[in-house]
């Protein structure tokens, strides 16, 4: 297998954690990372090129990357350069605003089929590996329905997506948001109710946000709980915290979550599938799942396959480094 | 969506199944039956054909099915049978006896490219599902194991394949094999020990035999627990009982059962991923996934695909009824 080499578009969270997670991966390569501000990351890294994101067609031409993994945010990164970089470059990335995926895909798609190129949406926790868990669920569970649950433990799951969207809000300096499961709701979809809930009824959304000293926190608050998407749908709670406090109590990414799905089988034995996660470090979990969808889009460029793809698009065996002998000797 | 016409190949536990699978799958229609005793399942059948499983070239020619769903078992029936129906239409089968995988694909993938035709193979929970599990949780967290268990609750799970496999000894009039996983190796995983365990340090295996009365009964428990692949490498208990107990407490089919994998993000950031199943019955379970995979053999074959294929091979989309567009809308 020759060694892939990724370029990482954005040095964020999720973007250390890709460079974290290719020391894990023995069949890439980091050719380099690309940034709207490349001399702040420069700061902290010495040992690959570090270029400018605009530039894309120096970048490519001068780091020759088999895949971009772009590691922007979901609000106002991705939307504006996914289309734009896979014009010169397969691309891997997480856009996580679920009601925009469609409009999203089809600007991503038209983009990509026009340069050949495979550009990998939306993957990461959810939409990603749930959205796959759900989509088989229900093809196994003719009927049922999967629901997706967040922040099961007494703390929650931190979202970087929302997170991000809080920090977009003039006047907001930092901002953490945790996401929590109504438990409620979960015993609901185990009793094989199978219920038509509304995003509110399966999810709570509490956020701590540091505010500028001089900021209106009444005008930062009705934008949060206003926000389309991310925060209307949901009965939010704003805290505002000090910096210290920020960093103190709410510095770290920890995350878990739940696919479940009830239903039956032939006349009505009854049947459950679940599938849950958990992890120290959320923008890690994510920049995993990228660094393996990345391997599975340079694949699918190899193939000659073009356009916009998801996770549902793609075999499973294009995620591993494991060979098709291996796999049916020792993992079927 | 034109329908897709099925043939059930074997008139079994999983053969009736996928019968009531069909019912809940109103993009498909079974179109008949084969099977190597028409009359046995004429007496329970008369709304489809019923023909004769060897008279291949007939009943394709007849029936017209899209694909055919083998419902034999593993130890005699599939075996024989596969390579010689793909080499007329497409097929799906839940082959499951693991360490025999790999020359199985061969052989149904020379017989499958010669003709044009898909064959999926060894489908179902384990392999199949859980096969698929174990390969994500491998490709997302790279160093670590993914394990499967059995039959976590008191009275275990019941395998089919291993209950075929009893049954095929001389002397045995009917069989049930329930395995039960060994709970402090599940904990193991959980740890993040990534242990190295042989197969026997992950499940037992406890069998309830009806022997026919002039049976050998040291015999037949010596040739189970020396059967290579099935129960060799376990510690088994063979406990003979009468055929109304057999029937009394050992009708039903439950099964459950978790693919579990821990590791770590990064530079040491824990991280677990878990899939559980419960089914009410085990036979109607293969039968739906097998059902979901014939949708999927279709699709492949109509996209002009050949050869043998895994549940590895197939992307999530191929399985599911949903649109695109409605997949796209509401299920990422």
């Known amino acids: 297998m020759s060694t892939i080499r990724v370029v990482v578009a954005g040095y964020g969270n999720v973007g250390r954690g890709v460079l974290a997670s290719l020391e894990n991966n023995p069949d890439m390569v980091l050719a380099g990372i690309?940034?709207?501000?490349p001399e702040r990351v420069k700061k902290e890294i010495s040992n690959v090129p570090v270029l400018l994101m605009n530039d894309i067609e120096q970048w490519v031409s001068e780091l020759r990357p088999d895949v971009a993994i772009l590691c922007g945010g979901s609000k106002n990164d991705l939307p504006e350069q996914t289309a734009n970089i896979c014009r010169f470059v397969n691309t891997v990335d997480s856009f996580d605003n679920h009601s925009c995926i469609p409009q999203y895909f089809e600007k991503v798609n038209t983009a990509a089929t026009a340069s050949g190129k495979v550009s990998v949406i939306s993957t990461g926790w959810d939409p990603g590996v749930f959205s796959m868990e759900r989509v088989l669920a229900n093809s196994f569970l003719p009927g049922s329905r999967a629901y997706g649950f967040y922040g099961l433990g007494e703390n929650g799951g931190l979202s970087m997506g929302h997170s991000d969207a809080l920090r977009t809000i003039a006047g907001v300096l930092d901002a953490r948001q945790y996401t929590h499961a109504i438990h409620a709701s979960i015993d609901k979809v185990r009793n094989g109710e199978n219920p038509a809930f509304?995003?509110?009824?399966?999810?709570?959304r509490v956020c701590f946000v540091v505010a500028a000293p001089?900021?209106?926190?009444?005008?930062i608050t009705a934008e949060i709980v206003?926000?389309?998407?991310y925060f209307a749908p949901y009965k939010t709670t704003v805290n505002f915290v000090s910096a210290e406090e920020l960093k103190e109590k709410y510095s770290g990414f920890p995350h878990d979550g739940l696919v479940v799905a009830s239903g039956i089988t032939g006349k009505g034995n009854p049947a459950g599938i679940e599938y849950r996660?958990?992890?120290?470090?959320?923008?890690?979990?994510?920049a995993n799942i990228l660094v393996a969808h990345a391997r599975a889009a340079v694949r699918l460029a190899n193939e000659g396959r073009k356009g916009a793809f998801t996770i549902l698009d793609i075999p499973p065996a294009y995620f591993s480094t494991l060979s098709k002998e291996e796999l049916l000797k020792h993992w079927m």
């Not at 001089?214 to 005008?219: R, V, Y």
């Open 214 to 219: 001089d900021a209106d926190k009444e005008k």
């Open 198 to 204: 509304t995003p509110g009824d399966m999810h709570e």
């Open 226 to 229: 206003n926000m389309p998407g």
């Open 277 to 286: 996660c958990q992890w120290g470090s959320n923008p890690e979990a994510t």
């Open 34 to 37: 690309v940034s709207r501000s």
